[in-house]
Nanobody, 117 residues
Framework: QVQLVESGGGLVQAGGSLRLSCAVS????????MGWYRQAPGNQRDLVAT???????NYADSVKGRFTISRDNAKNTVYLQMNSLKPEDTAVYYC???????????WGQGTQVTVSS
């Protein structure tokens, strides 16, 4: 059974930083594309950043230059370093794992990030 467990969310002031982590089990991590999505109240769930099994990254325009996605294949973990946080970054952040063999996407339970002004 594939499990994704996010951590690292919390309350931070505008301009501050947080690092989210997502520990993955039940899947061959090194051949899994990983991503982070977020959903604010009343909004759709939007892509934040992705990192392929080969290490290629992609970011939403709204977070380019502020957020960095990375992965540690030895720890089966993906990270999202968030700097220069803004109130509009407030959302529940979800980790995703997509096997490059099956193309099935798995989701974590989400972690709340709240940025105060």
């Amino acid at each position: 059974q594939v499990q994704l467990v996010e951590s690292g969310g919390g309350l931070v002031q505008a301009g501050g930083s947080l690092r989210l982590s997502c520990a993955v089990s039940g899947i061959i991590f090194r051949i899994t594309d990983m991503g982070w999505y977020r959903q604010a109240p009343g909004n759709q769930r939007d892509l934040v950043a992705t990192i392929t099994s080969g290490g290629n990254t992609n970011y939403a325009d709204s977070v380019k230059g502020r957020f960095t996605i990375s992965r540690d294949n030895a720890k089966n973990t993906v990270y999202l370093q968030m700097n220069s946080l803004k109130p509009e970054d407030t959302a529940v952040y979800y980790c995703t794992a997509t096997s490059i063999l099956t193309s099935r996407r798995h989701w974590g339970q989400g972690t709340q990030v709240t940025v105060s002004s």
